[in-house]
């Protein structure tokens, strides 16, 4: 009978050992008679009947235990260990109670204690595990705009590899994303702790605006943030002079604004935010990161970073290919999506088949009002025919009932410019070229009703055709010439990887920092925070 109670996971073995019903068609014993189920791995079916994963990993095994024996110190220690840092990589410290199981090894006076704190430390450890591997929220349940799919391990799998593992504690740090910037990160979390224990940056600066030349009291604060900070070395000198002007233009360089080297008022809105926002926006880059382990890059890839308004190619870690980007508006409906994929075309001279969004929303009232508006873009009936303006009553139509769509043909006008780039996905993203060049001079350029769209389009289109093209130039403006819609596959798709980091390290491991906005990560810090997630606190 025991053996063909083996298979069966923990909440219907507990389920049934307590009603007597009968497993794989043997009648299990109830609690009270299962003389062949002692009191440990009956609590330790108790312990894991909730975790389904966990309760099959241990009807596996016949319930031995991987804690609580003397065999099983190093894996222990291991463990604790691990708790020990889980602060550093900015996780929930206190949801673990690491003291709290600690004491309870030095309390246990019977089988089922053994059994029920055996129990507590597997599922501690399948929450950690989780947790560090790829992340402690579910993103889909903070905002809408966070699609990216989670590679998420199984809990058997995982706690099964670490019950076997040779050396528990490399297990345990495998666990972590690899990628360097999550180490540097940590780093530069360690830091900014260390500064907040300290006093954090000092005074605000009370300005405005302040300019090489000046001096007072305001430039001295600015002097003093910014020696803080680690831009500017040790000096007493109250004017704005050149070193102070470097300084500016160094930190305005790493925060993505215009390095003119004046402290204006988007400059000092950024030099005045506290190292507690700083701080809460590398946590959330590291649990951005942990929502991407398991992910492969691709030795090739696109990474288009939401917040820098910028698109890299990046081949075997270095960036060969970068240009400036327009991305949604902040609207709810037009914020671009953060989601991994892969690019597999482009499209040169392209049409723009009109977002029925679009169509309804922003057309269709044009066109009530002046049924000529937006006479660029032709009307389509449901089998692909152009429909005169003249022969449509747009005032007899409402945005559910309107029975047209709208696509503009191939020329420098389209509203995707020359040529796009695609990566078919559910919400209809991709990249692309624009007649509307000026927005790319924009400090913040959210402007798109969603889409990407790239400052240097063509040199974009080169790189990707370069490992099939002899001479991809030629290649692209021999079809461009021709003014057709004309569809290119890539030959090997490139992966494109749509991110939001408002915190990166630069490959010297400095951080830079960019503006939030979306506002994500003032929600993704809010629920880390609800999760457990603590910042360290200034002292008084």
């Known amino acids: 009978m025991w053996g063909a109670m083996r298979g069966v996971g923990g909440a ?3 389920a049934a050992l307590m009603a007597g019903t009968a497993i794989g068609g043997t009648m299990a014993p109830t609690v009270a008679d299962a003389p062949m189920m002692d009191g440990f791995a009956q609590a330790v079916a108790e312990g894991v009947a ?25 894996r222990r220690a291991a463990f604790f260990a691990a708790l020990d840092t889980a602060g550093a990589h900015g996780l929930p410290v206190e949801h673990y109670d690491a003291a709290g199981l600690r004491a309870r090894f030095a309390t246990i006076r019977s089988e089922r204690e053994r059994g029920l704190l055996e129990a507590e430390m597997s599922r501690t450890w399948a929450a950690y595990a989780h947790d560090v591997s790829n992340g402690v929220l579910e993103p889909k349940k903070i905002d809408p705009g966070l699609v990216r799919e989670i590679p998420r391990r199984d809990t058997a799998e995982l706690i099964a590899g670490f019950a076997a593992a040779e050396a528990p504690a490399r297990y345990l740090r495998d666990l972590a994303p690899s990628a360097p910037q999550y180490a540097q990160l940590m780093r530069a979390r360690l830091d900014l702790a260390a500064q907040i224990a300290a006093g954090g940056w000092g005074a605000a600066v009370p300005a405005t605006v302040l300019r090489p030349g000046e001096s007072g009291t305001a430039v001295i604060a600015l002097r003093d943030r910014l020696q803080a900070m680690g831009y500017l070395g040790r000096s007493a000198s109250a004017r704005y002079d050149v070193a ?26 950024e030099i005045n935010r506290s190292p507690e926002e700083r701080m809460g926006a590398i946590l959330v880059a590291m649990e951005r990161l942990r929502w991407m382990n398991g992910i492969d890059l691709g030795a090739r890839h696109i990474w288009v970073n939401i917040t820098d308004f910028s698109a ?46 679009i169509t309804v929303k922003e057309y269709l009232p044009m066109m009530q009002r002046n049924p000529n508006a937006a006479a660029h873009i032709n009307l389509v009936d449901s089998r692909g025919r152009t429909v005169p303006r003249s022969a449509v009553n747009f005032a007899a139509y409402t945005a559910k009932t309107f029975p047209f769509a709208m696509r503009q043909p191939p020329s420098d006008g389209n509203a995707l410019g020359l040529v796009k780039f695609l990566f078919p996905n559910p919400w209809n993203i991709y990249l692309h070229d624009t007649p509307s060049k000026s927005l790319f001079s924009k400090d913040v350029r959210t402007f798109s009703h969603g889409c990407v769209r790239v400052g240097k389009p063509f040199e974009l289109a080169y790189a990707l055709l370069a490992p099939q093209a002899p001479d991809p130039e030629a290649y692209f403006q021999r079809i461009l010439a021709t003014g057709q819609e004309t569809t290119v596959r890539l030959d090997t ?43 360290p606190v200034l002292p008084n």
Not at 245 to 262: N, W
Not at 503 to 532: H, I
């Open 312 to 357: 890299r190619i990046v081949d075997h870690g270095k960036t060969t290919f970068e240009t400036v980007t327009v991305v949604g508006q902040n609207q709810a409906d037009r914020r671009t999506p953060e989601f991994s994929d892969q690019m597999e075309m482009m499209v040169i001279n392209p049409s723009w088949s009109v977002p029925r969004s």
């Open 12 to 14: 219907a073995l507990l």
């Open 50 to 74: 909730s975790d389904e994963r966990l309760a099959a990993f241990y009807a596996g095994r016949s319930y031995a235990p991987i804690w609580t024996t003397g065999a099983d110190a190093d």
């Open 244 to 269: 102070l002007q470097k300084a500016v233009q160094q930190y305005q360089i790493d925060l993505g604004l215009k390095s003119d080297g004046v402290a204006g008022e988007a400059t000092l809105a």
């Open 493 to 535: 798709p490139v992966p494109v990887h749509l991110v939001y980091f408002t915190a990166w390290p630069t490959a010297s491991g400095r951080m830079e920092y960019r503006r939030d906005v979306y506002g994500r990560d003032a929600a993704l810090f809010a629920a880390l925070e609800k999760a457990g997630v603590e910042l």
